[in-house]
């Protein structure tokens, strides 16, 4: 038997690399596109700022049960250690798994492709194809195109593991450093429109007629911007005093994440009329052509750039916790499990997580994936604002520094809200859910052949 010590994480990162992981995570491109699907759902401004005020209200709600969890449970991992705490290892395991191969990757190939085509807007040539394969592998089951953009993507993915891998301190003041310019830029941007942007003709007729189903959609459009202030409980054990920094960041990132989409989008409504931006792909490049020609659009896109950049090193510096989480519980590929030496990360997950996202860029079939596990990932969601209410009946002596405020209405308007989001996914792509399911079942085989190889030992 080996009685060697495990090498173990180290909590390092404080409660600004706390903060700037939600912050830095949530905010990517969404700020600068989605206002556009919102007016063409709700048809008028009172409307869209009331889909934000509703969306960020349940992302609170959710922050405000997480933050419970993450202050009792201040593991590796966040929803794994919440999930197998409440039902079981299964659900804890069937996360991991989700996160590993399709949520969290694709969300990594997703940005860092993201990041290359604003980066395009300055370098053209980054959308030559370099080398075509001749398999009917790419889109519409033509042959696969290789473009210089997605080396590039690559590129940048594999110096934010790099980076990474040599320690979460060196990553964390990374993404403190990239989140606070980030909110900068975008500060400066939504000053620019409300203190130098003249102001829109007034219009009297709606973009669109307000229904409830067009409010729903609307919604789902602000969850989904707003997604992504969880990731910060996945490094929870490397948070220096957990009970206090985690919900203080889980909460205070929310909340400004709430504020930075309100004051953006009345930078946007101030310029622009319902109509213009209901016929714009890039909402705020087009306010900042109108208020500064040419340069305006262009130092959008380096914003833009910048907020992806973030949300990048953020997603990789907290996504390898998750399946390294499970494997330390035996439930994943042993080497997954392994924390680096002198490095004290999980060097192991981090490439294994950052090589596959590289294939999926290659691949292109990241944005396909990503759709697929939106159905899954959200009945995970669900069920960990649930744990809320299991652990404190099923765990009464749990200690907990953090109680969650307005409880359990809170957890609850939470579940609601990720029960509006799963029938409208249902509904709209009944057959990516379904295959979505299929694709975190297709896990089932690994965890009971993992789940024996325990029992053995």
């Given amino acids: 038997m080996d009685n060697t010590p495990r090498t ?3 909590r390092v990162l404080g409660p600004w690399a706390a903060a700037s992981i939600v912050v830095g995570t949530v905010i990517g491109s969404g700020i600068f596109l ?15 700022f009331a889909v934000w005020v509703v969306g960020g209200l349940l992302s609170l709600a959710g922050a405000l049960s997480y933050a419970e969890l993450a202050a009792a449970l201040p593991e590796a991992g966040g929803e794994y250690a919440f999930l197998r705490e409440a039902y079981g290892p299964l659900w804890g395991f069937l996360y991991s798994w989700t996160q590993m191969w399709v949520a969290k ?7 860092a492709t993201g990041f290359f085509l604003y980066l395009t807007t300055f370098f053209e040539p980054l959308k030559g194809v370099i080398y075509t394969v001749p398999l009917p592998i790419g889109p519409n089951g033509g042959p696969l195109e290789i473009q210089y953009g997605q080396l590039f993507a690559i590129a940048l993915i594999l110096s934010l593991g790099w980076l ?3 320690g979460v301190k060196l990553g964390g003041n ?4 990239v989140t606070f310019l980030k909110v900068a830029l975008i500060a400066a941007i939504i000053l620019a429109g409300l203190a130098l942007g003249q102001a ?3 219009e009297t007729a709606s973009v669109a007629p307000l229904t409830f189903s067009g409010f729903i959609a609307a919604l789902v459009a602000a969850l989904w911007a707003y997604d992504g202030w969880n990731n910060v409980s996945m490094v929870s054990s490397e948070i220096k005093n957990p009970q206090k920094n985690l919900p203080r960041a889980l909460i205070g990132g929310t909340l400004c994440v709430i504020a930075i989409y309100i004051l953006a989008n009345a930078a946007y409504f101030h310029v622009m009329a319902p109509s213009e931006v209901a016929g714009s792909t890039r909402v705020a490049a087009e306010m900042m052509r109108k208020i500064f020609q040419a340069p305006g659009a262009a130092a959008v896109s380096v914003a833009a750039m910048i907020s992806i950049f973030a949300a990048l090193n953020g997603s990789i510096l907290s996504g390898a916790r998750v399946p390294y989480a499970a494997a330390r519980d035996g439930y994943f590929f042993h080497a997954i ?10 060097g192991v997950s981090i490439v294994v997580l950052n090589l596959w996202a590289c294939l ?8 396909d994936l990503f759709n697929l596990v939106i159905f899954a990932s959200w009945i995970l969601y669900g069920m960990t604002a649930a744990a809320v209410l299991v652990l404190r009946k099923k765990r009464p002596d749990l200690l907990r520094p953090y109680r969650t405020l307005g409880y359990p209405v809170v957890p609850i308007l939470f579940l609601i809200g990720a029960g509006v989001l799963l029938f409208s996914t249902a509904w709209e792509r009944p057959r990516e859910s379904a295959m979505g399911l299929g694709l975190m079942a297709l896990g089932l085989p690994f965890y009971y052949y993992w789940k024996r190889q325990k029992a053995r030992k």
Avoid: F, W
Avoid at 174 to 177: L, N, S
């Fill in 360 to 367: 999926l860029v290659l691949s292109g079939k990241y944005d």
């Fill in 105 to 111: 990757s694709g969300s990594i190939a997703t940005l």
């Fill in 200 to 202: 829109h003709a007034p």
């Fill in 337 to 346: 499990g392994r924390v680096h030496p002198q490095h004290h990360t999980p």
């Fill in 164 to 166: 990474n891998y040599y």
């Fill in 34 to 48: 989605v206002p556009k699907t919102m007016i063409e759902k709700v048809g008028t401004v009172e409307a869209v």
């Fill in 174 to 177: 990374v993404q403190v450093a």
């Fill in 8 to 10: 173990e994480l180290k």
